[in-house]
């Protein structure tokens, strides 16, 4: 009946959802787990979309510094990001979108920039064993950076259950107090079959699994990047995750969405709009992003649709 009653713009009396707010005085009680009203965020872009809402979520203020696709990050301007106001800098390595493996060097410089300001790193490392150059360094691990890190994986990526939503979280220990009241706020907890199931998969699954993980999505990489090469876009072999950022201005003149459904509608390939992956449309209008995460026999199909692009 809700569905019928936006159909029809109804008034909506057949759901039991209050259309005012509850009082204040509960919204205030609900603590935030490190992020509070006025607050900075750092946020490296392009970014995997949540990031940014997010931080505003919180009624925090998200500050954008460019990641390039290649060479190492502007450190300079990196710093000039950071302020008084800096309570956090989200840190997504391997990344989504842009598949960058962060250096030893560029984390040593958030580690000091962390400390320098007081400010946490809430680090994204679901792709922690998918790459292919360099290695993976959680930040963590740096000097001085046990206590003011907030590290987030999940089994999502690792074991392609991206539905089971089995996640981890690691924390100073009075972080980890407010980050479990917060969550109790917003689910109750991941089901006891699949908690199970992922302790299973890291007891037994020894190194031969992560090394063929990261072969097997290398392969994936190649043939995908190999293609779109092919079909005249551009883009950087990404060093990690399994994702590609692809330049689609030699092909067409087309802003991101637009090109998006005309690729996916005309020639069966589907993208994500780069625009998604940014603070302002302008800056991903000429950019869409591919996954890689699917069975060689389905990308080598999707490369020789994508062939046909330019004919």
Sequence with gaps: MTRLANEHGAINLAQGFPNFPCPDVLKDAAA?????????VVVFEPFYE???????????????VPMPAEGPIDLDRLATAFSAKTRAIIVCTPNNPTGRVLSRAELTAIAELCQ?????????EIYEHIYYEGEHIPIATLPGMADRTITISGASK???????????????????????????????????????????????????????LAR?????????????????FRC??????????????????????????????????????????????????????FAFCKTEDMLQQAVERLQRVRD
Excluded at 169 to 195: M, S, Y
């Design 116 to 124: 320098r300001h007081d400010a946490f790193a809430v680090t994204d």
């Design 50 to 64: 949540n990031y940014g809402p997010d931080a505003i979520l919180c009624d925090a203020k998200p500050v954008f």
């Design 216 to 232: 097997d999505y290398r392969r994936r990489r190649d043939i995908l990047c190999a293609g779109l090469l092919k079909a005249g």
């Design 236 to 289: 950087r072999v990404p060093a990690g995750a399994y994702y590609v950022m692809a330049d689609f201005s030699d092909i067409s003149e087309l802003p991101d969405d637009e090109f998006s459904k005309w690729l996916t509608a005309e020639h069966g390939v589907a993208p994500v709009p780069g625009s998604s992956f940014y603070s302002r449309a302008e800056l991903g209008r000429k950019y869409v992003r």
């Design 158 to 212: 690792t074991f392609s259950i991206t539905g089971w939503r089995i996640g981890t979280i690691v924390a100073p220990p009075d972080v980890t107090d407010a980050i479990r009241k917060v969550h109790d706020f917003l689910t109750v907890g991941a089901p006891a079959p699949l908690q199970e199931a992922v302790a299973v998969a890291i007891e037994t699954l020894g190194d031969d699994y992560y090394d063929g």
């Design 32 to 40: 935030l787990g490190v992020v509070n009203p006025g607050d900075e």
